[in-house]
């Protein structure tokens, strides 16, 4: 069985025994930039189907980053950001048993909250 990855402060030792190095300024997995995902790995990364993701776009609940086009065909691009709002409305769905209207009034409110 596997255990999951601790995290630990910089130079702390973790229980299997390796030791985190500290990530410096120079250090940056990325250069800033957000990273964006295709529309199957969104579908995926979230545990919505197609047919949910189409649904809450078409309410306005959702958003793509950007979109490119590909090969003639016009392929969505997906933020970190996105991905966190499909799990906060999964969640209010799911969970609470919150319907479409209510989480689109719910998420206007956290919006406005965060602005």
């Known amino acids: 069985m596997k255990r999951r990855a601790k995290t630990l402060l910089p130079g702390k030792t973790a229980q ?7 990530r410096g300024p120079g250090r940056r ?4 930039a957000p990273a964006l995902v295709s529309r199957d790995a969104f579908c995926v ?3 919505v ?3 949910e993701l189409a ?5 306005a609940l959702l958003a793509p980053a950007r979109v490119i086009v590909l090969d ?7 933020a ?10 999964r ?18 409110l956290l919006d406005r909250m965060h602005r």
Do not use: C, F
Not at 55 to 59: A, V
């Open 16 to 22: 299997l025994g390796k030791t985190v190095q500290a």
């Open 29 to 32: 997995r990325n250069s800033g």
């Open 45 to 47: 990364l979230s545990g």
């Open 49 to 51: 189907s197609e047919h």
């Open 55 to 59: 649904m809450w776009e078409h309410e």
């Open 72 to 78: 003639g065909r016009r392929e969505p691009l997906y």
């Open 80 to 89: 970190s950001e996105t991905l966190r709002r499909a799990r906060l409305i």
């Open 91 to 108: 969640t209010l769905a799911d969970d609470l048993e919150v319907n479409l209207p209510g989480i689109d009034i719910i998420l206007n």
